[in-house]
């Protein structure tokens, strides 16, 4: 009985924020209005964490590994993952109207605007509510304080996590990431190795290989060229570094610097975010 009660506030909850954040497209741009922040506070659906599942947000410059860190808490905490740069690519890869203009964009390293962000997010949230998702790891959301405004407005997230790597690691982090063409794969031809000095501690990030069946399927994202990574890393110092600032003003930021691969980062991970993997806990007692 307690489960389907559970069941039924995840899916009013999940149907408010669709709600909410198409609104906010409709409401006209000055989200900050009080007509936007009365409306969606008038409505009594909020549910209290302890209520639902997690809803929480990865931070952190381009080729940080946000998707491969919240990919793997998804798996473990049974919550989608969702990338909005994965949406965006799905969107720019259709025959919809959108396409050849988010292509651009995208290939300019620049940001796409917030109104068909959020509108991507919406349909994203929507479809999964008609699946029975709840909660959910945002991954790329909110990159902008207006993005970050509105979702504060429609939805308590729990947990900010702002993913950290050497500044040098990054770029190579881009220009070495490959994907599989068919499976969707993620894998890292780079192989890092930054020597410790004055202080600074080294860092070894081995090569993250594909599996033969993926080895000869592999593509490279079309923005993960050295001259659009730069503007990348720019745009993010610029428009979404404060979005980090918004969530530490709020008590919701956990900083992560990232020790190293995934071999030495997501133990140390899981252990900040007070969590378990029976996978990491048998391969250590083995
Ligand atoms: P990502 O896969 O997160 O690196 O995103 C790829 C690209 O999609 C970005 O460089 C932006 O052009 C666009 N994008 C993804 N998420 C957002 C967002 N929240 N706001 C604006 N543009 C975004």
Redesign the pocket.
């Known amino acids: 009985m307690a489960v389907s009660l559970r069941a039924i506030r995840n899916i009013r909850f999940s149907s408010f924020l669709y709600r909410a954040l198409s609104s906010s497209l409709s409401s006209g741009a000055d989200l900050k209005s009080s007509a936007f922040f009365g409306h969606s506070k008038s409505l009594p659906l909020r549910a209290e964490p302890k209520d639902r599942n997690v809803q929480w947000v990865f931070l952190g410059c381009?080729g940080v590994g946000k998707g491969t860190y919240a990919s793997r808490l998804s798996n473990l905490l049974g919550v989608p993952h969702i990338?909005?740069?994965?949406l965006?690519?799905e969107e720019l890869n259709s025959s919809g109207p959108l396409a050849s203009q988010l292509e651009e964009?995208?290939n300019q390293?620049?940001?796409?605007s917030?109104e068909i962000?959020i509108n991507l997010l919406s349909k994203r949230l929507e479809a999964g509510e008609a699946k029975g998702e709840s909660g959910f790891i945002l991954?790329?959301?909110?990159?902008?304080i207006r993005?970050a405004e509105i979702l504060e407005g429609v939805t308590d997230i729990d947990l900010v996590v702002n993913l950290k790597l050497q500044e040098e690691a990054l770029l190579a982090k881009c220009l070495g990431r490959r994907i599989c063409s068919e499976c969707g794969g993620n894998y890292n031809v780079a192989s890092i190795d930054i020597k410790g000095e004055n202080g600074k501690p080294g860092m070894y990030m081995a090569p993250l290989l594909p599996p033969p069946h993926c080895a000869s399927k592999l593509i490279q994202r079309s923005?993960d060229t050295e001259e659009v990574v730069k503007e990348?890393l720019r745009v993010y110092n610029e428009m979404s570094r404060p979005v980090e600032e918004f969530y530490r003003q709020r008590g919701k930021l956990l900083e992560f610097t990232l020790p190293g691969g995934i071999p030495e980062s997501w133990p140390k991970l899981l252990q900040a975010l007070n969590l378990e993997d029976p996978e990491v806990k048998q391969s250590a007692a083995a």
Do not use: E, K
């Open positions: 381009p990338a909005t740069g994965d965006v690519r964009v995208v390293g620049q940001l796409v917030d962000i991954d790329g959301f909110p990159r902008t993005q923005d990348r």
